[in-house]
Structures are given as structure tokens and as C-alpha cells.
């Protein structure tokens, strides 16, 4: 039989996730599996959690790792405290705020959005205006918005949030392993992120949290979870406690990775990994500029990790990312949405973030472009 994994390139991944992934995470994928309920594979669990934790900088006991990708763990912070009628409010500034709406939607919330132009930050006066005299259960807002480029401040935003009562829930995503996490001292409630991003991990976890609040929220619903595989409640009873039950057999083999990736993360010192993707991106961006290009987002609200770049008007964006991939073994993104066409996005995320390969994809990306 035939089998294509024999022909697997080496891919540089510099697109908006997965990211490269570190040999030993590769290794530990292949350690040999064990059950869910082994005593040690509870000990490798409880060492995920308290290594999560530290990456979030959370003291919330309801940190978990999802078996799902990131979008997974946005399911899982809206299915657990939505009820529906629920009033909601959705910040969008991009793809994975249309996402969320449409999310908090199905569940029967009441959503409310409030827009801000892509490529554009989130703007807390706005958000504080907004809620006014008003009451919503929940706020959410993305911290890093993979398909624009932007940060928006979500500190700021948190405070704001705090202040109306409601609760604060954060997509990291993209920002986690990247630039600073700081779920406690944010205020968040609830908060997602995945795997394959700055985390460096392959797709298929999606770590998240929930604060005491959020918990309470939990605890006070009406109706039962409307999501079985997603209920917190008990998902937490297999991830937490002296007496672990089965929910559903946990991704052995992708947890080995994950907890693999943490430990990674937290060898080299989250500090030195937010001044790795720093110096990469200062380095992308100063070789882009160089060529004559533009970044989409203004230097004050660009993210180190995604890097949206205009193409340039006679140029055929997909036909460069086609031939980024199969000359060069580089992959870029596309542009999505209202910016399909109009930017790539290049990601420098987690093991990718290293000026080495800025350099290869700039002088790959030179030659394309006949520079
Ligand atoms: C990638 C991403 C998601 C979705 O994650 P998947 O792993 O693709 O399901 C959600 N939010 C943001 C900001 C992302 O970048």
C-alpha cells in the first residue's frame, strides 16, 4: 500500500497556526500510550494542570485541558455559562469575534455586538459606553486577533467589565506562549486558548480556565449544560479530586504532547520565549519594509506572533504563498474574510519565533517577489 506520510515534507510553518513543532514534542507523541485512568497517567494530568496554570497566571482550580482544538475551548466558555436569554455582549474586531457571536448565538443568548474596524483595536471607552446603564451577564473580547494582526488591551477592557458586574471572557489563543497571559490579575471569569499556536503544540488541545465566579455562574444554572462533551461539570470530577471518574478517554497521545510543550515553554523561561517572538518580528518587519512592503496594522496594536502584510496591487497574493510552499517549503496564510486577497499573514509563533527563519522566509520570499 501506498502511504503518503513516507513523503512528508519539512514544512516551515509560518502561517496563522499550527506552528513548528519541536522534535521533543514529536518524541513525546510517540511515547507509548497508557490508560486514562492509570495512576501515572493522573500524575502526568495533575502536572499539566499546575504547569497551565503557571502559563496563565491563574490560581483557578477549573484549569483544564479540552480534547479539542481551540475553537473547542470558545464552545467550552460559552456552553457552561450561557442560558438562554442570556444577555451577552460580543467584541469584534475580527474572524474569531464573528466567531464567538455565532457561538454565544446558537446557544440562545441575547447577543449584542459592539464592531470596530479590522486591523483596528478594540477601544475601551467604547466598551464602557456601551454597557451604561445596561445589564449583561457576559463580555468577551479576543485578546490577539489572528486574522487582523491587532492586540487588543485587554486589561484595560477587564477593568471596564469588572467595574459593570458581568463576567469577562478572553480567547488566547493566538496571545498565550507569545506575549503575557495574565487571567487573574485581568480579571478574566473564562478564558480559551489551543495547542498550535504560540504553545507550539500540534492541533487538538484547547486549555481552559474558569474563575471562582465563573464556577458559581456554573453552579447557579437552571438547566443542565446543553453539550454533554463540554460540561464542566463533569469534566472537572475526572480532572480534579482524590476520586477520578471517567468522562470521556482522554487524548493520551496528544497530552503527552502538550504537557511535553508546557515543559518546553517553561525550560527557557516564559520572559525569554515573549522576547524571542519580539526579536523575530522586529526582524520581519524591519526585512518587509526593507522590500517595500506594509504591514496592515499600526506599530502600537501589531502582535509579535501574526504579521498581516498588504500585497502589494499587481501582485497575485495566492500564487506567491503557492510557490512559498512548494519552492521554498514555507508556508504563509491567506487573508480572511473582508481581507481575503489584501494581506498573507505571517506567523511567528512559539518554536518558529527564531530570526533564522525571518531570514529564510525574507529572502524566499525576495526572490518571488523578483527583488
Ligand atoms: C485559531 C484561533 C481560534 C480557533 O482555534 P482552532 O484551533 O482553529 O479551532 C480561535 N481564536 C483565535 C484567536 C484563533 O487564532
Redesign the pocket.
Known sequence: MKNLLDHMEDVLLMG??PSCVHEAVYKAMATRSIGHMDFYFIEIMDEIKALLMKTLNTQNRLTVPVSG????G?ETCFVNLIEPGDRVLVLINGV?GK?MEDVAGRLGAQVETLEFEWGTPVIPDKVAEKLKGERFKIVSV?H???STGVESPVEEIGKIVTQHGALYLV?T??SLGGIPVEADRWGVDALYS?S??CLSCP?GIAPVTFSDRAVEAIGARKSKVPNWYLDMNMVIQYWDGANRVYHHTAPINMLYAFYQSLLLIHEEGLMSIFNRHRNAHDRLVAGLEKMGLQMLVAPEYRLPMLNAVKVPGDIDEAAVRVALRKTHKIEIGAGLGPLAGKIWRIGVMGHTARVENVDRLLSALKTELGG
Open positions: 496563522p497556526g482544538t481551540g475553537s473547542a470558545m474569531f466567531r479576543v490577539a486577533e489572528t480567547d489563543v493566538t489551543g498550535q499556536k492541533p
